[in-house]
């Protein structure tokens, strides 16, 4: 089972901003999508952030303005910064893998936002 090493997350107060770092598996040019996604307890994972490979990027509406994805190509990494956060930006946010045929996922980093 492969899963995608992330860094980044914890405790900010509301306004501040954080950054998380999700490794791919293999040359991120050739992937055909990579993003965030988000879950709190007792509801559905949603999609926070994507980037397809030809740089096509799209976000949830409640995250549009504030949080940024973006991929470095040499290193292989997708990162998402989190400016302006909220209370409700609380959730255990999870890096993921999109192939054609399968998926992997992050293990999962808890970013709190306190009010």
């Known amino acids: 089972q492969v899963e995608l090493p992330q860094f980044g997350g914890g405790l900010v107060q509301a306004g501040g901003s954080l950054r998380l770092s999700c490794a791919a598996t293999?040359?991120?040019?050739?992937?055909?999508?990579m993003g965030w996604y988000r879950q709190v307890p007792g509801k559905q994972r949603e999609l926070v952030a994507r980037?397809?490979?030809?740089?096509?990027?799209n976000y949830t509406d409640s995250v549009k303005g504030r949080f940024t994805i973006s991929r470095d190509n040499a290193k292989n990494t997708v990162d998402l910064q989190m400016n302006s956060l909220k209370p409700e930006d609380t959730a255990v946010y999870y890096c993921?893998?999109?192939?054609?045929?399968?998926?992997?996922w992050g293990k999962g980093t808890l970013v709190t936002v306190s009010s």
């Open positions: 293999g040359s991120i040019g050739t992937i055909k999508a």
């Open positions: 980037i397809t490979s030809d740089g096509s990027t």
């Open positions: 993921n893998e999109e192939w054609w045929g399968r998926t992997y």
